[in-house]
Nanobody
Framework: QVHLVESGGGLVQAGGSLRLSCAPSGRTSSYYYLGWFRQAPGKEREFVAAINWGGARTYYADSVKGRSTISRDYANNTVDLLMSSLKPEDTGVYYC???????????????WGQGTQVTVSS
């Protein structure tokens, strides 16, 4: 099992930037993907971005592509998601998750963090 702790959420104005961090611990070697998902009120959880443990492969939802970067910080042992040009529709609870099979399907992720709230004001 992998324990995941998210940080970095908060309130930001539209057009601003935010960096989210996910700190994994436990049996991290048994997982292949670490992903970020988000859930807005009244909506289903959706894929945002993912990276493989080696850091060589990244995946992005079309809605954030070009204004988001997912990366591994080996010094701090975190997986970070930098989001810029934020929009009100980026508002939601952002979750970090660890999975083995595929990068974009939330149902295929096994372990989840508690989430961090991101609110983008217009």
């Amino acid at each position: 099992q992998v324990h995941l702790v998210e940080s970095g959420g908060g309130l930001v104005q539209a057009g601003g930037s935010l960096r989210l961090s996910c700190a994994p611990s436990g049996r991290t070697s048994s997982y292949y993907y670490l992903g970020w998902f988000r859930q807005a009120p009244g909506k289903e959880r959706e894929f945002v971005a993912a990276i493989n443990w080696g850091g060589a492969r990244t995946y992005y939802a079309d809605s954030v592509k070009g204004r988001s970067t997912i990366s591994r910080d080996y010094a701090n042992n975190t997986v970070d998601l930098l989001m810029s040009s934020l929009k009100p529709e980026d508002t939601g609870v952002y979750y970090c998750a660890a999975g083995k099979i595929a990068p974009t399907n939330s149902r295929l992720y096994d372990d989840w963090g508690q989430g961090t709230q991101v609110t983008v004001s217009s």
